[in-house]
């Protein structure tokens, strides 16, 4: 007897400020696609609750801490923050409008419809490395999410982001004692001496086991203060 596949539907696709973005069904998943690189879909979202979760759990307790995420994605991340009245001010940086609009009005909209309407959330339409070099913002949590790690980026540019510059910035717009959270689709040893390098303390991954592979991690760093 043949096997039959799904075949995946494109439901929108257009050309972003980092090239082609696609979003599209694959059986029951919706997928977002970056210039034909797999992003994310909405099968699951541990990593994604426990990149938020991690970030609060190594704070010092402060009430209300801002969140920074980077990264809109299938809305995840926003969701699970929006979820838990601890979280102060949650501010999402996506710089594909294509993702935006597909949450605010599209099929992702499902996803994080309440965390839209919630009064703490703001999405900013921006580049994260443009944010972070440029806004006088500061945050007690920033979460990021935009790569599938620091040595597996989506574009060139992004490689930035994890260099001493741009772990420079990231600790720009932490208040001190403030966290950097970063998602990856495996553990990075290197990762973790950047983030020493950087000046980041308490430096430390979180695995969170898959159905095959290797594990997807959390890398933790608090800036001094």
């Known amino acids: ?30 997928q977002i696609i970056v210039n034909g690189c797999f992003l994310m879909d909405t099968s699951d979202g541990r990593s994604e609750r426990r990149l938020v979760d991690a970030a609060l759990n190594a704070l010092d307790g ?11 994605g299938v809305g995840f991340s926003l ?25 605010r009005d599209g099929p992702l909209a499902e996803l994080s419809r309440e965390a839209l309407a919630d009064s ?21 949590a920033l979460c990021l999410d935009i790569d599938n790690g620091p040595g597996w980026t989506v574009t060139e540019r992004n490689d930035g982001l994890y260099s001493a510059a741009g772990l420079a910035s990231c600790a720009r717009v932490l208040r001190p004692g403030g966290v950097l959270a970063v998602w990856s689709a495996q553990p990075s040893p290197e990762f973790e001496g950047s983030l020493r390098n950087a000046g980041f303390r308490c430096v430390r991954t979180e695995e969170i086991p898959v159905a095959r592979g290797v594990p997807d991690a959390v890398h933790l760093g608090v800036r001094p203060g």
Do not use: C, K, Q
């Open 1 to 30: 007897m043949a096997t039959t596949y799904d075949i995946p539907e494109v439901l929108d696709r257009r050309e972003g400020p980092s090239g082609e973005v696609v979003l599209r069904r694959h059986g029951a998943l919706l």
């Open 62 to 72: 402060r009430a209300a801490p801002a969140v920074l995420i980077g990264g809109l």
């Open 79 to 103: 969701a699970h923050a929006a979820a838990n009245p601890h979280w102060g001010r949650i501010t999402v940086i996506e710089r594909e409008r294509a993702v935006i609009d597909w949450h």
């Open 120 to 140: 703490r959330t703001e999405i900013v339409e921006a580049d994260l490395i443009d944010f972070v070099n440029e806004t006088s913002a500061t945050f007690d």
